[in-house]
């Protein structure tokens, strides 16, 4: 599940670092609680689920799908 924080920030499942390439902390904002990661913007983590569907195999389009539903919410 995706939520927004007080600040802004959204919080992902682990499952999406992958998808979204995110690989280095000065991608990060901030660390939440284990198993959670905070983006900047909710428009940077759409653009690179929908690369992620385009370029993952099923399964994993398949989650991706599945974030950006709990994204656009």
Known sequence: MIAIDRNGCMILPPQALDL??????DQLVMLGSPGELRLLT????????????????????????????????
């Open 42 to 73: 909710k428009e940077k983590a759409a653009k690179q689920l929908h690369e992620a569907i385009a370029k993952s195999s099923p399964t994993e389009a398949a989650l991706a799908r599945t974030l950006l539903s709990d994204l656009e919410k």
């Open 20 to 25: 979204m390439g995110i690989k280095t902390a």
